[in-house]
């Protein structure tokens, strides 16, 4: 664990002008992070401007300003302060360091994943923290800043989407804390549950119509995966966003331990998402092509043909299940 807590506070405290950055693909504790304390800040008389790679998924449309975040080319003039929430590493952002980063520039670096690279000068790197909008609520209680109905939804829609709806391993005390005290504040449970939860579009049916039609398992049931072509997409209109929330179908299903969704992003381009339920750490297993995350949810990006990916990586996949609790590949005890 990594805190500059105070210098961060500090720095923005005496900022008149900072960027927030977040993961390209964003999901919801990117955004609700973003938006969060974008505008906590702008109550203590800060000027924000908001940058995202991708377009808001439609999924998240209903948090308040999602159009204020906008992709590089828009943003005419960024800070020299920037700070990146829910980014594991750089690259994350999508772009690359010289495109924000000056000489003059300080990088602030908030974040909740195991695999976090430190790359701020600055960095608040709290792996026990259930969602990056959790470090965001702590960060605005230390600057004093009034959490109000918005922000707290916000919040909210981070932790929840992050967590499971409070269920994954990630959800401690803290976070039903944490989430209290959102709704004392007036978080919107209503409207995130209207708007995200069962607000799910005919594209995204499509694809879990497929995925469930499609599924693939091991000898011994412990691995589960579907592969998707970009036709499938295609044919069932869908954005990568669709994609999002899948994987858990397959995570929950009995004797399953890890879930693998291959996606063809391109026509040599592979998006792996891993989730694991009891004690596999797919950090570790995406860590090997070069992704990252957490212990039970982790991805990573692999060049190749799909039906080639699928094989080296299924097959690698298996046998270290198979051989379960290898210290080579950090698995965690089964037995404790
Ligand atoms: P998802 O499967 O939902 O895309 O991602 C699951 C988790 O793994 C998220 O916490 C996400 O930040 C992380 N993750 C996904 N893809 C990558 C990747 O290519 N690199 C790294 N470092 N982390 C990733
Ligand atoms: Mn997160």
């Not at 994954?168 to 919107?188: K, M, P, Q, S």
């Not at 957490?294 to 080639?308: E, F, K, Q, V």
Request: negative net charge; aromatic residues 8%; contains cysteine.
């Amino acid at each position: 664990m990594m805190t500059d807590i105070l210098k961060i506070k500090e720095v923005i405290k005496n900022s008149q002008k900072v960027t927030i950055i977040s993961h390209y693909s964003p999901d919801g504790d990117a955004l609700a992070s973003q938006l969060a304390l974008a505008r906590g800040l702008e109550q203590i008389e800060i000027e924000i401007s908001l940058i995202n790679k991708d377009p808001i998924p439609d999924a998240y449309q209903f948090l308040k300003n999602w159009e204020c975040i906008k992709p590089l080319e828009e943003i005419p003039d960024f800070a020299s302060v920037i700070i990146c929430v829910d980014c594991a590493t750089w690259e994350r952002t999508g772009y690359l360091k010289e495109q924000l980063i000056g000489e003059k520039t300080i990088v602030i670096n908030i974040d909740h994943h195991i695999s976090n690279t430190n790359f701020g000068h600055l960095n608040w790197v709290d792996p026990n923290a259930a969602a990056t909008a959790e470090l965001i609520y702590d960060l605005l209680g230390l600057l004093q800043v009034k959490i109000d109905k918005i922000i707290a939804t916000s919040i909210y829609t981070g932790i929840s989407t992050d967590t499971g709806s409070f269920l994954y391993e990630n959800t401690t005390a803290t976070t039903h804390i944490v989430v209290a005290d959102l709704i004392n504040r007036g978080a919107d449970i209503n409207l995130v549950r209207n708007s995200y939860y069962e607000n799910i579009n005919i594209s995204k049916i499509n694809l879990l119509k497929y995925g469930l039609n499609n599924l693939s398992f091991s000898v011994d049931n412990q691995v589960c995966w579907v592969a998707f072509t970009r036709d499938v997409f295609n044919n069932a209109n869908a954005t990568d966003a669709d994609g999002e929330g899948l994987i858990n179908h397959l995570k929950s299903i009995s004797g399953v331990e890890v879930a693998i969704i291959f996606r063809e992003t391109t026509s040599d381009t592979i998006k792996l998402s891993f989730r694991s339920k009891k004690w596999a750490d797919v950090n570790q297993l995406a860590s090997k092509y070069g992704g990252g995350g957490h212990p039970r949810a982790a991805g990573c990006t692999i060049t190749g043909n799909l039906d080639s990916v699928v094989d080296g990586v299924i097959n690698w996949v298996v046998q270290s299940i198979a051989q379960g609790g290898t210290s080579k590949f950090g698995w965690d005890n089964k037995c404790t």
